[in-house]
């Protein structure tokens, strides 16, 4: 029997602080069939330092010069990657020892499923619990995630596993930045492609002031940053001529989302 191979991409940018800890997470995992690709997206503070201590075969550590950007660091990932899978991990999260298992188990046996997720636990910049994103772990099931996805994200982005195949076919797009994760399910679902979810929370993600989460989030009206990532994915979905049940539900919550984030900004909460 062949034993599937996974790649994980892993970007870093100004990451040294927790970054130990990620690859230390993917390195150790119980699944051992992995290629970490590193991609170093021009740190400036002693990232590189920490990457290069590892002598781990395993490891690709690529550079850009100079900073690229997420989307763009991602895709070279996936252009990269050679495993059978792509899994995503970013630099201050930690995988579960099982993560890499469970998916590889999940996505063999259920050859309709093109993405697997899990729900996730929040720590804080000290390791400690600091409490759970709910509609994350409410929503598991397959159906329930492609019915819910129209509305609102429900995927944590670093602990997705794909089939190598779709995500080098779809790549993530450069006209959505800070959502470049959601566009990417909405399209995948789109075309019909089911994205699960493992009823088990396999990463612990990091919560803190300097985190893509935290910094995306800080003073920002979520209603209309996810309408306008919907606006996006409907004009380029429009422009090839396609439309679908699920495309005009994605353009029914557009809406909603644009009508209740100039609400909340009328009313300043």
Partial sequence: MVVPKVSVILPVYNG???LREAIESILG???QNLELIIINDGSK??????IKAYSDPRILYLVNQP???LIYTLNRGIEMASGHFIARMDADDIALPHRLERQVEYLGQ???VAVVACPVQYIDEHGEFSGSWVLDHAIIDRNAIRNILPSKNVIAHPTVMARSEVMKAYLYAAYQPNTEDYDLWLRIAANGLGIAKIQEVLLHYRIHSQSVTSTALKGKNIFLKNAGCKWRFLKHQLAKGKINGF?????FYSLI???T???KSIVGK
């Fill in 16 to 18: 040294e602080r927790f």
């Fill in 29 to 31: 995992q119980t699944f």
């Fill in 45 to 50: 503070d002693g990232s590189e330092k920490i």
């Fill in 67 to 69: 900073n690229k950007g």
């Fill in 110 to 112: 259920n050859p309709g």
């Fill in 247 to 251: 495309i005009i539900k994605v353009a």
């Fill in 257 to 259: 989302d644009l009508l």
């Fill in 261 to 263: 984030g100039i609400w």
